[in-house]
């Protein structure tokens, strides 16, 4: 038993150290994006639930609040809650310019130089992040963002960046959702993880609609998890140590 024990700290000390708090030990992220454009027709504030997607109402985050820095109710969007209901669903926009919450219902709206940020509850191993931007035309419905990874809510892993392209304002007017979907190529996308952030920047015209975040992985046995932030805080520990001045 003291052998299994042993060989079990080992790997998992080892794992620790290859990961890097959160970073995938092998292959690489990938990110695949699926844009869904509703057709011409509908009418006003008829509803509309996009075609190539859906969301999962059983995810990680599944009705999560998430930590906000910034604006999550422009033009009057349903706000954070929204981000991890299970939907999608929009309708088309009132004509003239702005919106209202009957327009905006689907999504929250997530601004420039802001942080949205999840925690899981614990320690998981993540398989796959997906998030859904998107308004009721295309005025608003994209943003930039990096996605990072924090076992401890204070240290964060970069995994990827999704650049959104050039911007499309006025050339769709009917609801638009895109699905940015983030997996690695050969194993998992992240160990060890229990915070999850979306730093966000160059929202169009400063301020883009967020429909949903799903987070897909499995939790960190208790055993394990312990000892991983275990050596994690040791690790810390020494680091500070060897940092420190020495006394006169």
Request: hydrophobic fraction near 40%; charge should be negative.
């Amino acid at each position: 038993m003291r052998i299994q024990w042993l060989n079990f700290r080992i790997a998992a000390a080892s794992a620790m150290i290859a990961l890097g708090a959160g970073l995938p030990a092998h292959g690489a992220v990938t990110t695949s994006v699926v844009k869904d454009v509703a057709p011409a027709g509908g009418a006003t504030h008829d509803p509309y639930s996009p075609v190539l997607f859906n969301a999962s109402s059983s995810d990680l985050a599944e009705g999560l609040i998430a930590g906000y820095d910034g604006d999550s109710t422009f033009e009057s969007s349903a706000g954070i809650t929204a981000w991890t209901d299970g939907a999608l669903a929009t309708v088309y926009p009132q004509g003239g310019s702005g919106g209202d919450d009957i327009d905006h219902a689907a999504y929250g709206s997530v601004t420039n130089d802001t942080n949205a940020t999840f925690d899981l509850g614990g320690l998981h191993d993540l398989d796959q992040v997906d998030v859904y931007a998107g308004w009721n035309d295309s005025g608003r419905d994209l943003f930039s963002f990096d996605l990072l990874v924090s076992a401890n809510g204070s240290d964060y892993s970069l995994l990827t960046s999704f650049l959104k392209g050039q911007d499309d304002t006025g050339a769709i007017t009917t609801p638009v959702t895109s699905q940015i979907s983030i997996t690695n190529n050969s194993g998992a996308l992240a160990s060890a993880v229990r915070y999850v952030r979306l730093s966000i920047y160059d929202a169009d015209n400063n301020a883009a609609g967020l429909a949903e975040v799903d987070v897909f992985g499995s939790a960190v046995p208790e055993p394990a998890a312990a000892l991983l932030l275990a050596l994690s805080g040791a690790t810390l520990s020494r680091g500070r140590r060897r940092q420190a001045a020495p006394r006169a």
